[in-house]
């Protein structure tokens, strides 16, 4: 039998110019590769142009190879671009304290294997979930923190991070404001779920303060991690409504829920290479 065709998803982004969309295809069709999904975005304000790819290639097609004949096109438009073989699958390491729902409808989702991860480990600062994600065969790591030991215990994450060559961390109600340096670290590469529709109430208790403001719609963020609290781009947000007979709890069963929905199509968008930051915002092609 023949050997199936290699998977790749191309994404750049440039400065808008003309001709920038059949370069890339006649680049790809110079290889043998044939186009299975195509996607763009020329945003006006920023005069800025981004573009995602699909495409099968024959088995002799690496990404290294590809990106070797396409590097005279990437370099005449001047791309920030990668090539990702969709063989390959992120390897993802989840930090978590004590709240277990967005853990586990992760665990849920990769256990039938709707997000296209290698999940790694799960790290707390807290015992509370170790059984859950050791039923899943995911080892657990304790790394506890305090005031004072702060930067040591981020100098462990970092590196297991590193160590494990972790493509993708996710915060999963993790309640620790990462370090400058930290988050830095992690550029583009840390999504986190805040539980409020951003940028309305942050901060501590948003449904218990939604609530006293008698809103009808609560929500949740997720939101790449950056230096400045909770200010990320946005990948992902969705709402519910509520009213007037609730209780704050009720407010709050109702807002874990869409946080679960939420982290899960962030994550899922980002693994499959259709997030690209835009400045404070993203571009998702979904």
């Known amino acids: 039998m023949p050997a199936e065709p290699a998977r790749f998803v191309l994404t750049l982004s440039c400065q808008d110019r003309r001709g920038i969309v059949a370069a890339v295809a006649n680049s790809i069709a110079s290889q043998d590769c044939n186009i299975v999904e195509s996607a763009q975005y020329g945003d006006p304000d920023a005069e800025r142009f981004f573009m995602r790819?699909?495409?099968?290639?024959?088995?002799?097609?690496?990404?290294?190879?590809?990106?070797?004949?396409?590097?005279?096109?990437?370099?005449?438009?001047?791309?920030?671009?990668?090539?990702?073989?969709?063989?390959?699958?992120?390897?993802?390491?989840?930090?978590?304290?004590?709240?277990g729902h967005c853990l586990n409808d992760l665990l849920y989702r990769n256990a039938i294997g709707q997000?296209?991860?290698e999940l790694v480990a799960v790290a707390s600062n807290h015992e509370t979930l170790r059984k859950r994600a050791?039923?899943?065969?995911?080892?657990?790591?304790?790394?506890?923190?305090?005031?004072?030991?702060?930067?040591?215990?981020?100098?462990?994450?970092?590196?297991?991070i590193a160590s494990e060559r972790i493509d993708l961390v996710?915060?999963?109600?993790?309640?620790?404001?990462?370090?400058?340096?930290?988050?830095?670290?992690?550029?583009?590469?840390?999504?986190?779920?805040?539980?409020?529709?951003?940028?309305?109430?942050?901060?501590?208790?948003p449904y218990h303060r939604a609530h006293d403001r008698g809103v009808k719609l609560i929500g949740a963020t997720a939101h790449y991690v950056t230096p400045v609290l909770d200010a990320g781009p946005i990948i992902e947000q969705d709402v519910a409504r509520v009213d007037h007979s609730m209780s704050p709890q009720e407010y709050v069963a109702i807002g874990r829920d869409i946080e679960a929905?939420?982290?899960?199509?962030?994550?899922?968008?980002?693994?499959?290479?259709?997030?690209?930051?835009?400045?404070?915002?993203?571009?998702?092609?979904?």
Do not use: C
């Open 53 to 99: 790819v699909s495409f099968s290639a024959p088995a002799s097609v690496s990404a290294e190879s590809f990106s070797n004949g396409f590097r005279p096109v990437a370099t005449a438009y001047d791309f920030d671009w990668q090539v990702h073989d969709l063989a390959v699958k992120p390897r993802v390491l989840i930090l978590v304290s004590k709240f």
């Open 115 to 117: 997000l296209p991860m």
């Open 134 to 160: 050791e039923s899943e065969g995911v080892p657990f790591l304790h790394h506890p923190v305090s005031p004072e030991t702060k930067a040591a215990q981020e100098t462990e994450l970092a590196d297991v």
């Open 170 to 205: 996710v915060l999963a109600r993790y309640m620790q404001i990462l370090s400058e340096d930290f988050a830095n670290g992690l550029a583009g590469r840390a999504i986190n779920i805040h539980h409020s529709f951003l940028p309305s109430f942050v901060g501590a208790k």
């Open 261 to 286: 929905t939420v982290l899960a199509r962030a994550v899922k968008f980002h693994l499959e290479h259709r997030v690209l930051i835009n400045g404070e915002r993203t571009v998702v092609f979904r």
